[in-house]
């Protein structure tokens, strides 16, 4: 349900989802202008895909992360850049309040 202060809008399908983008870079695995298929580093970048029903634009960029541990962190960048808003769900709202 929205909030006082907030106002839905109608939605078609496969628009109504927020995306995030997660690519891991694979350069230096295989010789130049070749890869080792399913094979990455585990480094790469975030970013929210573009959706014009919430807002989100292209201009949002891709936040880089250097460690597996550090993706949370980039996802995170990523959200709160495009100005994305969560809620909690299920069991987060035992000990998350939302306000």
Known sequence: MPREEETAV????????????IRFFTDAI??????????????GVA????????G?????????????SEMNVAIEKALIEANVKLRPYGRMQKYIIAE
């Open 10 to 21: 109608p939605a078609e399908h496969g628009k109504k989802m927020i995306e995030i983008k």
């Open 30 to 43: 295989a010789p130049e202008g070749q890869v080792v298929p399913r094979h990455g580093w585990t480094c």
């Open 47 to 54: 970013l929210v895909t573009p959706n014009s029903l919430h």
């Open 56 to 68: 989100i634009t292209s201009l949002n960029h891709p936040i880089v992360f250097n460690t597996w």
